[in-house]
């Protein structure tokens, strides 16, 4: 099987960076979940069984957190020590903060006018703005190990992912009306 103590790259034989090989994670993980998966100890020993669920967790965590570039990064700047602060710094620079305040309230316009295509455009420009983020990720994360900078980068891209999913959130509600 696998060492539970290994970190999640080393558990997908993949390196510890923020650039990943989509395909090659997705490839490894099928593997290990086809090697660990509950299903296949239905006749082992309760021990074994109990070993079998806890493998298994882990690969799903170690999949869904190497899966989502935000929760990745953090994951890589856990490994090196270094704290997001995303609960207790939510200092941004101005622009930024103008931006995402222009987005809510350009959301909420939308939202209330019923207006899905509006709320798509908004969700492409947050797509693209998540882009950029997660290329500045990779410059900062595995080729400058700029750890602090890439915290706030991380930072950044929360705030762009909560608004996304919101603004995902309300597009549903719309169409279901």
Do not use: C
Not at 66 to 85: C, F, I, M, N, W
């Amino acid at each position: 099987m696998f060492n539970i103590q290994q970190n999640h790259f080393e558990l997908f034989g993949l390196p510890a960076r923020f650039a990943v090989d989509m395909a090659l994670l997705d490839q490894h993980y099928r593997k290990l979940q086809a090697e660990v998966h509950p299903d296949r100890f239905v006749a082992a020993s309760p021990n074994e069984r109990m070993q079998s669920m806890q493998w298994a967790t882990q690969v799903n965590e170690a999949y869904r957190t190497l899966k989502h570039p935000t929760s990745r990064a953090r994951y890589l700047l856990q490994l090196q020590g270094v704290d997001t602060e995303e609960e207790s710094n939510t200092a941004m620079p101005a622009d930024f903060l103008m931006l995402q305040m222009e987005w809510r309230e350009a959301v909420e316009e939308a939202f209330d006018d019923g207006d899905v295509t509006a709320l798509d455009a908004l969700l492409k420009d947050m797509r693209e703005q998540a882009k950029i983020l997660e290329q500045a990720l990779a410059d900062t994360l595995d080729r400058q190990h700029a750890w602090q900078e890439s915290a706030d980068i991380v930072r950044k891209l929360s705030f762009v992912d909560k608004i996304r999913s919101d603004v995902e959130l309300k597009i549903s509600k719309l169409e279901d009306e």
